[in-house]
């Protein structure tokens, strides 16, 4: 199992900015598509963005033009920058493999008030 440690949450006010971070503890990372993932109270985990090894993303629909998923292979982190948050925005947020079975982190909690 890849350790995957997410940060970088908090809580913000409608319209504020957060960077999420991920930091994998194997290289296995790099050579992997990798996602940011999000579950709101009472509803299911749900994919968010993805990022290629090569860098190709990839947005629902809800956070295209706000957010911006991105990597740095060499420290085995990838990021996700949230703009112009959005009260719906509030949730856990996880990273894991897209096509690989790896456990779950902690996640890192992201709170958007009104």
């Known amino acids: 199992q890849v350790q995957l440690v997410e940060s970088g949450g908090g809580l913000v006010q409608a319209g504020g900015s957060l960077r999420l971070s991920c930091v994998a503890s194997?290289?296995?990372?790099?050579?992997?598509?990798m996602g940011w993932y999000r579950q709101a109270p009472g509803k299911q985990r749900e994919l968010v963005a993805y990022?290629?090894?090569?860098?190709?993303?990839s947005y629902i629909e809800a956070v295209k033009g706000r957010f911006t998923i991105s990597r740095d292979n060499a420290k085995r982190t990838m990021y996700l920058q949230m703009n112009r948050l959005k009260p719906e925005d509030t949730a856990v947020y996880y990273c894991?493999?897209?096509?690989?079975?790896?456990?779950w982190g902690q996640g890192t909690q992201v709170i958007v008030s009104p």
């Open positions: 894991n493999f897209l096509h690989l079975t790896n456990s």
């Open positions: 194997e290289t296995i990372f790099s050579i992997n598509v």
């Open positions: 990022i290629t090894s090569g860098g190709t993303t």
